[in-house]
């Protein structure tokens, strides 16, 4: 079976034109279904909300097509959106990122019941746990008499492994 072509930056500058201020994808030819046309918005919202786009026959996150815009080539790991915007594309807004790295800049699970990231109830113990996540490791902090020592516990922890990439909520 013969695989699909890579796409290139030279290629994308055919059917596609990105702004950085603005993230903004535009056609500059018709799709090759003839969908679309020149000069209107690139794109759909996908389920997840992110931005995506067919090219040639594939799907690709408009924020992984920035990286090949700007740089010449796909980053190797995720793309993480600075401000949580899955569809806010300005370049100033996207960085390249290690899957921990991404997951460290989202907010609490909807499966958090404590308010705060990183904190839990632990109902034996009858104490708040602080835990952190690094690749598929969960590293526990300690056990605490109030979510807000747990938490500080967890944002200090986040802070070291993360760094700018760490968000508090």
């Given at each position: 079976m013969i695989g699909r072509p890579v796409l290139t930056r030279a290629r994308l500058a055919e059917i596609l034109s990105y702004d950085p201020e603005t993230g903004v994808w535009t056609r500059v030819a018709v799709a090759r279904n003839g969908k679309g046309r020149v000069g209107?918005?690139?794109?759909?919202?996908?389920?997840l909300g992110y931005r995506q786009i067919?090219?040639?026959g594939v799907i690709y996150a408009e924020h992984r097509l920035a990286f090949l815009w700007m740089g010449g080539e796909?980053?190797?790991?995720?793309?993480?959106?600075?401000n949580r915007n899955r569809a806010d594309n300005r370049w100033a807004n996207l960085r390249p990122a290690t899957r921990s790295q991404n997951l460290a800049n989202t907010g609490r699970f909807s499966t958090n019941t404590s308010g705060l990231k990183g904190v839990s109830w632990s109902k034996s113990r009858e104490k708040?746990?602080?835990?952190s996540m690094s690749g598929n490791r969960t590293r526990n902090l300690g056990l605490f008499d109030c979510p807000a020592a747990a938490h500080f516990a967890y944002l200090i922890a986040a802070d070291k492994a993360f760094g700018a990439f760490a968000r508090a909520a």
């Open positions: 209107e918005r690139a794109g759909t919202v996908n389920r067919a090219v040639d796909f980053p190797p790991d995720d793309v993480d959106h600075i708040w746990v602080a835990q």
